[in-house]
Each structure stands twice: as structure tokens, then as C-alpha cells.
């Protein structure tokens, strides 16, 4: 078979016997790829692997006996990320984002999209000051680069708007809500009376404005709301997809810290 050569992402780097790494990238035309990287873990060796999660690499490879599982010839950087000057909280997110692609991705399915989205957040000059609000902004680019999106324009149930367009601003109405996962939409508590997965009327408000002024988002959101929101869209994309993240447990623990 031909040697290939593709850019790819990384996507997890797991460290296997005593010095070699299985590895799993995600390539545009491939979707997603695996490897064993034979003395991957030594250091300094013509083996080693240096790469850590969300570099981008250029790679040679062959593919083998099943079209997902790939021999590595040669590795070469594109981008590569500066890990250790990442927050605590950043490399928590970063791990999470990066473990949820990894489940959203699938072998032999071409994934142009999500390569795109990676090379837009690796691309991303991260500010420390708006953590929250880039992580929002990149779930929510995820949740909407597979095609779903969670509709918080009305309540399901009885169809009252959940917001009013006015000549200058937009008026929320004030009610609360909780999310119907299966049906991706909001339902008002004159409908039902559910305290689960509550969504209130500043989290209407910061949704519209990811899809209406995403720029804005920036800007005065309390972090409470900012936290709620994500924690929304992480039960939005489990249930959906019925996929399991390891490091969400880790990342909204430590978020919770922030919640006063
Ligand atoms: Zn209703």
C-alpha cells in the first residue's frame, strides 16, 4: 500500500507498556485515525513522539489491516500548542473539548467541519480573563458545527415567544424554563412545574446572542449564567450524541468553584 500524508490533529495520547503511546487524530479526509506509536514515550529517541493534545502535525502514514488503524512513518509540526502556559482551568477545558471530538468523530467519515472548528481554537489567542466565555463559544460552535442546536425561542408546550424583538433591544420574558433535552427545545414553568435543568431568562439571552452577536458575548455576562450555559450544553451534547466524558466531571468541578 502507498504511503499517505495528511495534517491531522491529536486527539489523545495514551501512554501504553512501557514506552509507547497509542495515539488518535483526526484528519479531514479520514475522520478519525488510531495508532500505535512504537518508543513513542522516549525522549530524544528517533521514535519519540512529541506532540500533546490539539497539536496540529503533518504525518506519513499507510493504513492497515482495518481503514481506521494507521502505521506512522514520519511526523512533522504545524502548530504546535504551549500547554504549559495554559491556566488550570484552560487545560481542563481543553482536555474536555478535545475528548468530546474525539467521541463525536468517526472512523472513515471525512471531517472537514470539525478540523475546521479545531483549526479555529487552536488559532485562538486565549484570553484568561474570558475562559468561561470562550468555552461557551466553542461548545457552542460544536453543538452547531454537528448540525443540532438547542431551540429557546418559545416554550414547547404552549408556544409563547421567550423573547420579543423591539426597535433597539430584545425583550426576555420573565420566566423560567427547563430544558427538554429529547425534544432540543424549552419549556415554561406555567407549562410544567420541572426544576431540573433550569434555564432562566438571562440564559435565553446569552444563546441568542451566540447566534445573533457572538461578539457581545464578551461583555458583562454574570459568571453564574455563563456557567449555567455551559453546563446546558454539555447535558445538550451527552443526551444527543449518547456520549460519555470522562474529564467533563473534573472541568465542571472545578467551574463550580466560581458559581457565587
Ligand atoms: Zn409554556
Given at each position: 500500500?502507498?504511503?499517505?500524508?495528511?495534517?491531522?490533529?491529536?486527539?489523545?495520547?495514551?501512554?501504553?507498556?512501557?514506552?509507547?503511546?497509542?495515539?488518535?487524530?483526526?484528519?479531514?479526509?479520514?475522520?478519525?485515525?488510531?495508532?500505535?506509536?512504537?518508543?513513542?514515550?522516549?525522549?530524544?529517541?528517533?521514535?519519540?513522539?512529541?506532540?500533546?493534545?490539539?497539536?496540529?502535525?503533518?504525518?506519513?502514514?499507510?493504513?492497515?489491516?482495518?481503514?481506521?488503524?494507521?502505521?506512522?512513518?514520519?511526523?512533522?509540526?504545524?502548530?504546535?500548542?504551549?500547554?504549559?502556559?495554559?491556566?488550570?482551568?484552560?487545560?481542563?477545558?481543553?482536555?474536555?473539548?478535545?475528548?468530546?471530538?474525539?467521541?463525536?468523530?468517526?472512523?472513515?467519515?471525512?471531517?472537514?467541519?470539525?478540523?475546521?472548528?479545531?483549526?479555529?481554537?487552536?488559532?485562538?489567542?486565549?484570553?484568561?480573563?474570558?475562559?468561561?466565555?470562550?468555552?461557551?463559544?466553542?461548545?457552542?460552535?460544536?453543538?452547531?458545527?454537528?448540525?443540532?442546536?438547542?431551540?429557546?425561542?418559545?416554550?414547547?408546550?404552549?408556544?409563547?415567544p421567550t423573547l420579543k424583538p423591539q426597535q433597539n433591544k430584545t425583550i426576555f420574558r420573565k420566566?423560567?424554563?427547563?430544558?427538554?433535552?429529547?425534544?432540543?427545545?424549552?419549556?415554561?414553568?406555567?407549562?410544567?412545574?420541572?426544576?431540573?435543568?433550569?434555564?432562566?431568562p438571562?440564559?435565553?439571552k446569552?444563546?441568542?446572542?451566540?447566534?445573533?452577536?457572538?461578539?457581545?458575548?464578551?461583555?458583562?455576562?454574570?459568571?453564574?449564567?455563563?456557567?449555567?450555559?455551559?453546563?446546558?450544553?454539555?447535558?445538550?451534547?451527552?443526551?444527543?450524541?449518547?456520549?460519555?466524558?470522562?474529564?467533563?466531571?473534573?472541568?465542571?468541578?472545578?467551574?463550580?468553584?466560581?458559581?457565587?
Amino acid at each position: 500500500m502507498k504511503i499517505e500524508k495528511e495534517s491531522v490533529f491529536i486527539l489523545s495520547n495514551t501512554p501504553y507498556r512501557d514506552s509507547d503511546l497509542i495515539v488518535n487524530l483526526l484528519s479531514s479526509n479520514y475522520g478519525l485515525l488510531s495508532a500505535t506509536i512504537y518508543g513513542g514515550k522516549k525522549i530524544g529517541k528517533q521514535t519519540s513522539f512529541p506532540f500533546h493534545l490539539g497539536d496540529y502535525i503533518d504525518i506519513d502514514f499507510q493504513i492497515q489491516e482495518r481503514n481506521d488503524f494507521i502505521k506512522i512513518y514520519s511526523s512533522q509540526k504545524i502548530v504546535l500548542l504551549d500547554i504549559d502556559r495554559f491556566s488550570y482551568l484552560h487545560f481542563l477545558f481543553h482536555c474536555y473539548f478535545l475528548e468530546t471530538i474525539r467521541q463525536i468523530a468517526k472512523p472513515g467519515n471525512p471531517a472537514k467541519d470539525l478540523t475546521a472548528l479545531l483549526n479555529n481554537y487552536v488559532k485562538t489567542d486565549w484570553q484568561n480573563q474570558f475562559e468561561i466565555n470562550q468555552m461557551v463559544f466553542f461548545i457552542d460552535k460544536l453543538i452547531k458545527n454537528i448540525g443540532f442546536g438547542i431551540n429557546y425561542d418559545l416554550c414547547l408546550s404552549c408556544f409563547l415567544p421567550t423573547l420579543k424583538p423591539q426597535q433597539n433591544k430584545t425583550i426576555f420574558r420573565k420566566n423560567m424554563y427547563y430544558l427538554d433535552v429529547i425534544e432540543s427545545g424549552l419549556i415554561c414553568q406555567s407549562c410544567a412545574q420541572n426544576t431540573t435543568n433550569l434555564v432562566t431568562p438571562a440564559m435565553i439571552k446569552l444563546l441568542w446572542l451566540l447566534d445573533v452577536h457572538p461578539a457581545d458575548i464578551y461583555e458583562k455576562i454574570p459568571m453564574k449564567t455563563l456557567i449555567s450555559v455551559l453546563k446546558i450544553q454539555d447535558l445538550y451534547l451527552k443526551q444527543t450524541l449518547e456520549i460519555k466524558t470522562k474529564s467533563a466531571e473534573i472541568l465542571f468541578k472545578e467551574l463550580s468553584k466560581l458559581e457565587i
